[in-house]
C-alpha cells in the first residue's frame, strides 16, 4: 500500500497553488461580489492544461489522472471554492459525459474544443421537480425525422448562461420510466435554446448557475450522446466521477479554513499571548486538521480506484459524504477561532462558511450519499 505521491503530482500541486495563491486569491473577494465568472483566469487554466486534465492528448487533453485531477481542485478550493467548482464541472460532467460516450465526431467537435477550454461547457440534470429524484425529469425530446424536438427548462446549470456547449437530459420514450431518458448536446445559439433565471446564490458566487430553457429546440439527431434510452443510466455513472469532484472541493476548503486560522491564531493576541498558546483554539485546529487529513485520503482512495477502473460508487458516496461534512465544520469552527473578524468580509473564512455548504448538497445530499452507502453494504453482506 503506497501512499506516496508521484514526483509530477507533487509538481502538479505546487504549480496548482502556486497559481491560485498569485492569480486567485488577489481578486476572489471581487468575483465573489460581483457574481462574475472569471473568464481571464479560465483562459489561464486552459494555458495550463486544466480545462482538459482527464482526456488523452489526442483530445488535446492533458492526459492526467484521477489522482492529479482531485490535486488540481484540491489546490484551486484551497484559495477559492467557486472557481474549483467550476473546473470541476467543466472537466467531469460536461466533457467526460461526452469522453466516455460520445461519438468520434461529437469528440472531434465538441469535446477538442473544450478540452482546449475554447468552449465552456454545461451539464444539467436537475429540474424543478426532479432534484434528488433525478428519474422525475420532464423535459421532453420528441423525434421527428431526422431531429429531435426538446420542450421543458433545467435548474441550478453550471454554466447555463456561459457555455458553449451544453449536455442536456430529456425523457425520449415516457413509457420507459428511467431508461427513456436520452442524453443530448445542444450548441449555444440554437434556436430554442435560452439561459433562464440566474441564481442568486449563497456561496460560490463567481461559478454562474442558472436556468436552461428548451422551447421547441430542434437540434440533429446526431446530437443524441450515447445510446437513446440510455442518458440517465450514463449520468449515474459520471456522477460517481462528480462525487470525488465534489469531495475534492471540500478537502481544499477545509484545508485553506485551516491555513487561515493557523494564521490567524498565530498572530491575533489575548491576554498578552497568542491565542494558539490557548487549549481551547488548540483542541480546535487539532480536530481540524486530522479530520481534514481523513477526508482527503478517503478522496485520493476513490480517485485511485477510479483510475484502476473500479467501481466507485460506495468510495465515491464516501469520500463525499464525510469530505462535505468535515469541510462544513472546518468553516464553522474556522470562523470560530477569527471570533468577530470571522463574521467579516475581511477575512476569507467567510467566505468559505459560505461555500462549503454546497458540498453536502450539490451532486446529491448527503442523505443520498448515505443511502448508496447504506445500499451497498446491504448487497455486499447479501451476497456473501
Request: aromatic share 8%; net charge neutral.
Amino acid at each position: 500500500m503506497d501512499f506516496s505521491f508521484t514526483v509530477e503530482n507533487q509538481e502538479i500541486r505546487r504549480t496548482v497553488r502556486e497559481f491560485a495563491e498569485r492569480e486567485i486569491a488577489p481578486r476572489v473577494l471581487h468575483f465573489d461580489e460581483k457574481q462574475e465568472f472569471p473568464r481571464a483566469i479560465f483562459r489561464s487554466l486552459a494555458e495550463l492544461g486544466l480545462l482538459g486534465i482527464l482526456f488523452p492528448p489526442e483530445y488535446d487533453g492533458a492526459g492526467l489522472s484521477y489522482v492529479d485531477y482531485v490535486t488540481v481542485l484540491e489546490g484551486l478550493a484551497r484559495v477559492d471554492g467557486s472557481i474549483a467548482l467550476s473546473v470541476a464541472a467543466h472537466n467531469s460532467l460536461c466533457s467526460n459525459h461526452i469522453y466516455k460516450f460520445g461519438t468520434e465526431e461529437q469528440k472531434e467537435r465538441y469535446l477538442k474544443p473544450l478540452a482546449r477550454g475554447e468552449f465552456i461547457g454545461a451539464w444539467s440534470l436537475t429540474e424543478p421537480t426532479a432534484g434528488s429524484d433525478a428519474s422525475g425529469t420532464k423535459t421532453q425530446a420528441k423525434r421527428e425525422g431526422d431531429n429531435w424536438v426538446l420542450n421543458g427548462s433545467k435548474t441550478f446549470a453550471t454554466h447555463g448562461s456561459v457555455c458553449d456547449v451544453a449536455v442536456v437530459f430529456a425523457v425520449s420514450d415516457r413509457q420507459a420510466g428511467k431508461k427513456g431518458i436520452s442524453a443530448f448536446i445542444i450548441a449555444k445559439n440554437t434556436e430554442g435554446f435560452r439561459a433562464g433565471k440566474k441564481e442568486n446564490k449563497l456561496g460560490m458566487r463567481a461559478s454562474e448557475t442558472s436556468e436552461l430553457i428548451m422551447d421547441d429546440c430542434r437540434v440533429p439527431a446526431e446530437a443524441l450522446l450515447g445510446q437513446e434510452g440510455q442518458g440517465f443510466v450514463n449520468a449515474l455513472q459520471i456522477l460517481d466521477g462528480g462525487r470525488i469532484s465534489i469531495a475534492a472541493l471540500a478537502v481544499g476548503m477545509a484545508q485553506g479554513c485551516l491555513h487561515h486560522s493557523l494564521s490567524y491564531a498565530r498572530q491575533r493576541e489575548q491576554f498578552n499571548r497568542p491565542i494558539a498558546q490557548f487549549q481551547a483554539v488548540q483542541f480546535m485546529l487539532a480536530d481540524m486538521a486530522t479530520r481534514a487529513e481523513a477526508a482527503r485520503w478517503l478522496t485520493y482512495r476513490a480517485a485511485s480506484l477510479k483510475d484502476q477502473d473500479q467501481d466507485v460508487g460506495c468510495a465515491a458516496a464516501m469520500a463525499k459524504l464525510y469530505s462535505g461534512e468535515i469541510a462544513v465544520q472546518a468553516a464553522n469552527v474556522a470562523v470560530q477561532i477569527h471570533g468577530g473578524y470571522g463574521f467579516t468580509k475581511d477575512y476569507p473564512v467567510e467566505k468559505f462558511y459560505r461555500d462549503v455548504k454546497l458540498c453536502t448538497i450539490g451532486e446529491g445530499t448527503s442523505e443520498i450519499q448515505r443511502l448508496v452507502i447504506a445500499r451497498s453494504l446491504i448487497g455486499r453482506r447479501s451476497a456473501g
